[in-house]
């Protein structure tokens, strides 16, 4: 049986807290569950005591490299946040871990967001 929206986990990675609170919004008015943090090492941090169905993580943040941290996630889907624009050979590069299952360009379009995270949650 499929798991309702309810019940689904969105984590959100984002040094940017207005990016952070904008997600988190949108993800709960489409009934997810939400979990916030501000860091790759937050991030890897929380991920000990949850589960996500989904990570949003922004590429680029200060810290560990965000290229780092992901190769340390093993059980969850990624979906990149980016504010930079990637040649296809840059976005080939980062698709190759497994895990890394999007690209969400911001600023955002909240129906294309919404759209997008539909399809990569379920």
Request: aromatic content about 4%.
């Amino acid at each position: 049986m499929a798991k309702s929206p309810s019940r689904k986990l969105v984590m959100i990675v984002d040094d940017e807290a207005d990016i952070r609170s904008t997600l988190k919004t949108i993800c709960e008015k489409q009934g997810y569950k939400t979990v916030i943090c501000s860091n790759g090492n937050d991030s890897l941090e929380k991920l000990k005591t949850h589960t996500p169905d989904l990570i949003l993580m922004d590429i680029m943040m200060p810290g560990t490299p965000v290229k780092e941290v992901v190769k340390k996630i093993k059980h969850a889907k990624i979906a990149y946040i980016s504010v930079v624009r990637m040649s296809d050979a840059e976005r080939e590069e980062l698709l190759q871990n497994k895990n890394v299952v999007g690209f969400i360009q911001k600023p955002f379009d909240v129906t294309e967001l919404i759209k997008t995270l539909k399809k990569l949650v379920s």
